[in-house]
């Protein structure tokens, strides 16, 4: 098994395992971020293309641009621009609350649906299944592992 020092190919142990954890984390996250990247790229589609959209069709109703963005796996500063290019799409509509006036909301359309449907889910290879890297099993186990962390960073 390859070491996230033989990758680096840095020949020196890391200071700390927690050191040597977190680039481990970061490496992962950067080859996973690549992956899915290039699935996207074959939609013409971003990652927080796709992530707006998935968030919004597991949306029981339209909901305001803020939520939205509280609600993103990577925050997005500028989430009223994305949601303007996916609008311009065709994949989701954006109208005026009738209550408030100031606020926008989003819901996803028919044709918004239907390219979530086409992509599926391009992390499958993260699930147990014949040839996974992780039984159900480890999944939960890192799934525990990496809120714990989360949540010690605040």
């Given at each position: 098994?390859?070491?996230?020092?033989?990758?680096?190919k840095q020949?020196?142990p890391f200071?700390?395992p927690?050191l040597?954890?977190?680039a481990s984390?970061?490496?992962?996250a950067?080859q996973?971020r690549?992956?899915?990247?290039?699935?996207?790229g074959?939609h013409?589609?971003?990652l927080q293309?796709?992530n707006v959209l998935?968030?919004?069709r597991?949306?029981?109703?339209?909901l305001?641009?803020m939520?939205?963005?509280?609600r993103m796996?990577?925050?997005e500063?500028?989430i009223?621009?994305?949601?303007g290019?996916?609008?311009e799409?065709?994949?989701i509509s954006?109208?005026?609350?009738?209550?408030?006036?100031?606020?926008?909301?989003?819901?996803?359309?028919?044709?918004?649906v239907?390219v979530?449907?086409?992509i599926?889910?391009?992390?499958d290879y993260?699930?147990?299944?014949?040839?996974?890297?992780?039984?159900?099993?480890e999944?939960?186990?890192?799934?525990?592992?990496?809120?714990?962390?989360?949540?010690?960073?605040?």
């Amino acid at each position: 098994m390859a070491s996230i020092l033989g990758e680096l190919k840095q020949t020196k142990p890391f200071p700390t395992p927690g050191l040597e954890t977190g680039a481990s984390l970061l490496r992962t996250a950067a080859q996973l971020r690549r992956l899915l990247e290039q699935e996207m790229g074959t939609h013409e589609m971003t990652l927080q293309q796709f992530n707006v959209l998935r968030i919004l069709r597991g949306a029981d109703e339209p909901l305001p641009t803020m939520e939205i963005a509280d609600r993103m796996v990577e925050p997005e500063p500028g989430i009223t621009r994305l949601l303007g290019r996916i609008e311009e799409k065709g994949l989701i509509s954006r109208s005026r609350c009738t209550e408030d006036g100031r606020r926008v909301l989003a819901e996803i359309t028919t044709e918004g649906v239907a390219v979530l449907e086409e992509i599926g889910e391009p992390t499958d290879y993260l699930c147990p299944d014949d040839g996974a890297a992780l039984s159900a099993e480890e999944l939960d186990q890192l799934l525990s592992l990496l809120s714990k962390v989360r949540r010690a960073m605040g």
